[in-house]
């Protein structure tokens, strides 16, 4: 995996440990769309989630025209889980497609995810 540059931002969280479900999103500026990088990062965070955390669930979602971002997620195992209404922009209502992926249903690549320094706030997760 290689490190993510400038113009790429990625995000997972998760509301309740009951549910044990993970909540992840990933933003890339278009001259770093296209070869693999938001594919990588979004693999990434669900390795992290699945076998570090624990998740057996990560939801996600993108703008229903956005199928690039619906495709890397397609790529990685989810499968389209219902359609909601966003306003990202003031005025601008779109509708979002929502996706979910079962742990077990997780295509996973090749490379493993390294922690580092990671102890102190896993700790603090209880896990």
Known sequence: MRESPLGTRTSLHATSPNRRTVES?????????????????RAGLLLFAFDTLGAEWAESGAASWNHASLGVSSKLGYERNGVTRVSPRPGQPDDEQLVRLAKDHFQRPPWKVTLRGADAALAQLGI
């Open 25 to 41: 999103g990933s933003w890339l500026t278009m001259s770093e769309q296209g070869a693999g990088l938001g594919t990588e990062m």
